[in-house]
């Protein structure tokens, strides 16, 4: 398998370095803080060492997440002026439901307040007590609702996909033995959907080919097992696939993300990170599947026009989708993560291969060899990071997995620290400032030590739960960044 190469399309610089190069200009700008750094070991500490808990007057670069956060273009804000309010039969969400069936190929579609109310839907009409749901990887909140109604997923990755340094470009792939064996074991029967993610989140935004999903939608086809396709990453998987496909390498970002939906028989979205703003909705073109799920919509959402989102945030979605077409905008953010993991590499710091979709993937577990899986090191990291840098990043780790029956953590396949890129956000001089801070980091690695619970809830523990140091170590990091910067933020 050969290396992902940069893409093709960047723009070449005369000096011969690879540099992103940004193809919008920044005409609404909003101030930040970088407090200095007493002031950011108090506020983790406040924070319960969770960055979700932190307050953004003391975040200088929220790499928390790229949900609800990409840059609105300047087309989205316009139309959001033209929202028709109405309850039933807003012209908005008739102008989105074209946009849906334009750019996925769908005509009917079910409006949600964001993606994990298609994932309550989805999960509350297909799952029955005992479905096994095979899939290329789980995200938290698809978990949850499977669990929730009584169902069990299977992780059916290739065997390379978990591992941090990779030359595979398509980790998001699913392992197609795998998948015939589990269907071979449960018979067709207990499974009532395979789900395919687009730009696999928690293994570092790692894509699927469409080799591999047509080769999923021949077994689906022949086992008569219905394909889901999670889209909310949909844009970067397109983008991936143009760069490392070959079949794909003179097509439009809109064949190829036709070309995907089109072998799903249902696409749900996040609309918070597909199309830059609020919502989610589910799309497909079988009436059956529009008509046994509409009446939950109506429960937990609201009206069939609306499901939960704002008509402004509607239209915004209409052209946020659209605008997904644009391989100059979709762009962005994978080229920077690129960028900062090259960075990285140069500095010997551990980050997941290739560079994948929605941030950059630190690896935890090498960058702190020290701490002991139980003591949390992708959530340490997370909080020493911050308190290194005043950029908060998400653990996606242990503390984001669950407990089992017996209340013991089930340990994560990885932990890492994400540093997501939202689209159109952060400029090349802030990577570089993360690459550095990251650095002395590395440098001074040996002062982070682990965490531990002290309040932690029973459901999606990582939102609210709270932690604190094993030791003094985070006042000790603080003191040597005081001492290596001076008056420096
Ligand atoms: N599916 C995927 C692949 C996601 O990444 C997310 C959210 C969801 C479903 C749920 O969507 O947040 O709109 O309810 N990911 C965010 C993140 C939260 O930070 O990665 P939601």
């Known amino acids: 398998m050969k290396v992902a190469p940069t893409p093709k399309r960047a723009v070449k610089f005369f000096s011969g370095e690879d540099i992103p190069l940004e193809l919008h200009k920044v005409r609404v700008v909003q101030k930040l803080n970088l407090v200095p750094v007493e002031r950011r070991l108090a506020a983790i500490q406040e ?24 840059a609105m273009s300047d087309n989205q804000t316009a139309a959001m002026l033209q929202a028709d309010d109405a309850y039933a039969g807003s012209q908005s969400f008739y102008r989105l439901q074209s946009a849906v069936e334009e750019v996925f190929g769908k005509k009917y579609l079910l409006p949600a307040h964001q993606g994990r109310a298609c994932e309550n839907i989805l999960s509350q009409t297909f799952v029955k007590p005992d479905s096994v749901v095979p899939m290329n990887y789980h995200f938290t909140t698809t978990l949850a609702h499977i669990d929730r109604n009584g169902g069990k997923i299977v992780e059916i990755l290739t065997d390379d996909a978990l591992q941090v340094k990779s030359v595979n470009p398509f980790k998001g792939n699913i392992d197609i033995n795998k998948l015939k064996a589990l269907i071979a074991k449960h018979g067709t029967a207990k499974i009532p959907f395979i789900r395919m993610e687009a730009s696999t989140n928690l293994i570092g935004g790692q894509p699927f080919s469409i080799a591999n999903m047509r080769e999923v939608r021949k077994i689906a086809d022949e086992h008569k097992i219905m394909l889901i396709l999670d889209a909310s990453l949909i844009g970067e998987n397109a983008y991936f696939v143009k760069q490392r496909e070959d079949e794909f390498k003179d097509s439009s970002i809109s064949v190829i993300l036709r070309e995907m939906c089109d072998l799903a028989d249902i696409v749900y979205f996040s609309a918070r990170k597909v199309s830059s703003s609020r919502g989610g909705g589910i799309c497909t073109n079988r009436k059956e599947y529009f008509d046994q799920m509409k009446n939950l919509v109506v429960l937990y959402e609201g009206f069939l026009t609306y499901g939960g989102i704002s008509v402004r945030e509607i239209e915004s979605m209409a052209v946020g989708l659209r605008e997904t077409t644009d391989e100059n ?35 935890a577990m090498n960058f ?9 090191p992708a959530g340490a990291l997370a909080a020493a990071f911050f308190i290194a840098s005043g950029a908060r990043g998400m653990e996606r780790g242990t503390v984001s997995s669950v407990r089992d029956a017996n209340g013991n953590d089930v340990m994560a396949d990885a932990e890492l620290l994400r540093l997501a890129f939202p689209r159109r956000v952060f400029t090349l001089s802030q990577t570089q400032y993360v690459a550095d801070r990251l650095n002395w980091l590395y440098q001074n690695r040996g002062l982070i030590g682990g965490i531990h619970f002290v309040e932690e809830p029973p459901v999606l523990r990582f939102f609210n739960g709270r932690l604190a140091a094993n030791s003094d170590w985070p006042q000790k990091l603080a003191a040597k960044f005081r001492q290596d910067f001076g008056d420096s933020l």
Do not use: W
């Open 368 to 376: 702190l060899p020290h701490v002991e899986q139980k003591d949390y």
């Open 47 to 70: 924070a319960g060492f969770n960055t979700f808990q932190l307050g953004t007057k003391d975040v200088y670069l929220d790499m928390l997440t790229d949900s609800g956060t990409n």
């Open 329 to 363: 905008v979709i762009s962005q953010s994978p080229s920077f993560i690129e960028y900062l993991v090259r960075k990285l590499e140069e500095y010997g710091i551990p980050v997941v291969t290739p560079a994948g979709g929605l941030g950059c993937h630190v690896d």
